[in-house]
C-alpha cells in the first residue's frame, strides 16, 4: 500500500496529528546494521497522546511494525508493508526517580536507565548497561545480560493497544520467560516502571564500569552489527555451537559472522539485509549438521524481500 493512500485513510484525523509523517521512508539509517528498505509510510509520534489518536485512526487492515533504536533489527531489503512507527527519544525517551522506582519511556536506551538508577543509588538495574536497545525492546523480549534480565526489576508498563486505548501490564501479563514476552503482540509499549534496591552509588557505578569493560574486549560493538544474533539453547551457549560448526568469519556477501564473538553477525561495509539473513541461516544449518541443535533467532526480522531474492530458511526458523 503506498504511503500516500495510508495518509489518505486517516481522513481528518491527519490534521489532529502532531508527529511527522514521512511516506517511502528509507528505514536503513535507523537501524545498526545500516541495512534495509523502506517503509510504505513511517510515522514518529509527538507522544503517547498522539500516538492513540493515530492508532484510532488508523484502518485495521493497515499492518503496524514498531521500531525502537533498532538494535536487534534486521529490515529486509524490500521494504516494510504498512506503517512503522519509530518512537523517539523526545517523546518516549524520558527516565525519572521517584523513590526506588524508575519510570522510563519506552524510547529511552537501556544504558541511560542504568546511569539514571545509579546516579539515585538503586541497584538491580546495572545490567542495562550492556543491552544496546531501548526499553521497548527490551520488554517485548525481556532482555538481559551479565546476570540480570528485564523481569527481575519489572513492576509494570504502559501500552496502547492497536485502537488506541490505553492498557497497564503487571509482571503476570507480560508473562516473561527466557528472551521472549506473552504480551499481545500488537501492543506497543509507551512506559515501563522498575523497582531498585538501595545501595552504594559507587558499588554500582564500579559493576557497570566492569560490564562496559567485558563488552568491549568481547564483543565488536563498534561494527554495524544487530547484537546477539540466536537464543541460547537449554543448558549451551550459543557462540560455543556457531565456533564449533566452523562458522567463525565465514562470510555471505558483505555479512561475516564476528571473528571477536561468534553469536554476532557483522555488516563489513556492503552487506545487504539478505546476505545478514542468509549467512544467518547458513550458520543455523551448520550448527544442526554438526550439533543436532536448531538455534533459534534472536534478532527480529521483518519486512519483505526484495525483487529476486531467495533466501530458504532453515527447516525449525
Same mark, same amino acid.
Given at each position: 500500500?503506498?504511503?500516500?493512500?495510508?495518509?489518505?485513510?486517516?481522513?481528518?484525523?491527519?490534521?489532529?496529528?502532531?508527529?511527522?509523517?514521512?511516506?517511502?521512508?528509507?528505514?536503513?539509517?535507523?537501524?545498526?546494521?545500516?541495512?534495509?528498505? =523502506?517503509?510504505?509510510?513511517?510515522?514518529?509520534?509527538?507522544?503517547?497522546?498522539?500516538?492513540?489518536?493515530?492508532?484510532?485512526?488508523?484502518?485495521?487492515?493497515?499492518?503496524?511494525?514498531?521500531?525502537?533504536?533498532?538494535?536487534? =533489527?534486521?529490515?529486509?531489503?524490500? &521494504?516494510?508493508?504498512?506503517?512503522? +512507527?519509530?518512537?523517539?527519544? /523526545?517523546?518516549?525517551?524520558?527516565?525519572? +526517580?521517584?523513590?526506588?522506582?524508575?519510570?522510563?519511556?519506552?524510547?529511552?536506551?537501556?544504558?541511560?536507565?542504568?546511569?539514571?538508577?545509579?546516579?539515585?543509588?538503586?541497584? %538491580?538495574?546495572?545490567?542495562?548497561? %550492556?543491552?544496546?536497545? =531501548?526499553?521497548?525492546?527490551?520488554?517485548?523480549?525481556?532482555?538481559?545480560?551479565?546476570?540480570?534480565?528485564?523481569?527481575?526489576?519489572?513492576?509494570?508498563?504502559?501500552?496502547?493497544?492497536?485502537?488506541? /486505548?490505553?492498557?497497564?501490564?503487571?509482571?503476570?501479563?507480560? %508473562?516473561?520467560?527466557?528472551?521472549? =514476552?506473552?504480551?499481545?503482540?500488537?501492543?506497543?509499549?509507551?512506559?515501563?516502571?522498575?523497582?531498585?534496591?538501595?545501595?552504594?552509588?559507587?558499588?554500582?557505578?564500579?559493576?557497570?564500569?566492569?560490564?562496559?569493560?567485558?563488552?568491549?574486549?568481547?564483543?565488536?560493538?563498534?561494527?554495524?552489527?544487530?547484537?546477539?544474533?540466536?537464543?541460547?539453547?537449554?543448558?549451551?551457549?550459543?557462540?560455543?555451537?556457531?565456533?564449533?560448526?566452523?562458522?567463525?568469519?565465514?562470510?555471505?556477501? &558483505?555479512?561475516?559472522?564476528?571473528?571477536?564473538?561468534?553469536?554476532?553477525? +557483522?555488516?563489513?561495509? &556492503?552487506?545487504?539485509?539478505?546476505?545478514?539473513?542468509?549467512?544467518?541461516?547458513?550458520?543455523?544449518?551448520?550448527?544442526?549438521?554438526?550439533?543436532?541443535?536448531?538455534?533459534?533467532?534472536?534478532?527480529?526480522?521483518?519486512?519483505?524481500?526484495?525483487?529476486?531474492?531467495?533466501?530458504?530458511?532453515?527447516?525449525?526458523?
Amino acid at each position: 500500500m503506498a504511503g500516500a493512500d495510508i495518509l489518505a485513510a486517516l481522513g481528518s484525523a491527519r490534521d489532529k496529528i502532531r508527529g511527522a509523517l514521512t511516506p517511502d521512508a528509507p528505514l536503513a539509517d535507523f537501524t545498526w546494521f545500516r541495512v534495509g528498505g =523502506s517503509a510504505d509510510l513511517l510515522f514518529q509520534p509527538a507522544d503517547e497522546a498522539d500516538l492513540a489518536v493515530f492508532l484510532a485512526a488508523l484502518p485495521e487492515t493497515i499492518p503496524v511494525t514498531v521500531i525502537g533504536l533498532a538494535s536487534n =533489527s534486521l529490515v529486509r531489503d524490500g &521494504g516494510v508493508e504498512g506503517v512503522v +512507527i519509530r518512537l523517539s527519544a /523526545r517523546g518516549f525517551g524520558g527516565v525519572t +526517580i521517584e523513590g526506588d522506582l524508575v519510570k522510563a519511556g519506552a524510547a529511552a536506551p537501556d544504558v541511560k536507565v542504568a546511569r539514571a538508577a545509579a546516579d539515585a543509588a538503586l541497584s %538491580g538495574l546495572a545490567f542495562f548497561r %550492556g543491552i544496546p536497545g =531501548s526499553i521497548g525492546g527490551a520488554l517485548r523480549m525481556n532482555a538481559g545480560a551479565y546476570g540480570g534480565e528485564t523481569k527481575d526489576t519489572f513492576v509494570e508498563a504502559r501500552a496502547l493497544d492497536r485502537a488506541g /486505548r490505553l492498557v497497564v501490564l503487571d509482571g503476570a501479563a507480560m %508473562g516473561f520467560h527466557y528472551r521472549h =514476552s506473552d504480551a499481545p503482540e500488537g501492543l506497543i509499549f509507551t512506559e515501563a516502571t522498575f523497582r531498585g534496591v538501595p545501595d552504594d552509588r559507587e558499588t554500582i557505578l564500579a559493576a557497570m564500569e566492569k560490564i562496559t569493560d567485558s563488552r568491549e574486549a568481547t564483543q565488536p560493538v563498534k561494527s554495524r552489527t544487530g547484537g546477539s544474533t540466536f537464543k541460547n539453547p537449554p543448558g549451551g551457549k550459543a557462540w560455543q555451537l556457531v565456533d564449533q560448526a566452523g562458522c567463525r568469519g565465514l562470510q555471505v556477501g &558483505g555479512a561475516q559472522v564476528s571473528e571477536l564473538h561468534c553469536n554476532f553477525l +557483522i555488516n563489513t561495509g &556492503g552487506a545487504t539485509a539478505a546476505d545478514i539473513e542468509t549467512l544467518g541461516e547458513t550458520v543455523r544449518k551448520r550448527v544442526f549438521e554438526t550439533a543436532g541443535v536448531r538455534l533459534e533467532w534472536e534478532i527480529k526480522r521483518f519486512g519483505r524481500w526484495a525483487d529476486g531474492e531467495t533466501i530458504e530458511p532453515f527447516l525449525g526458523a
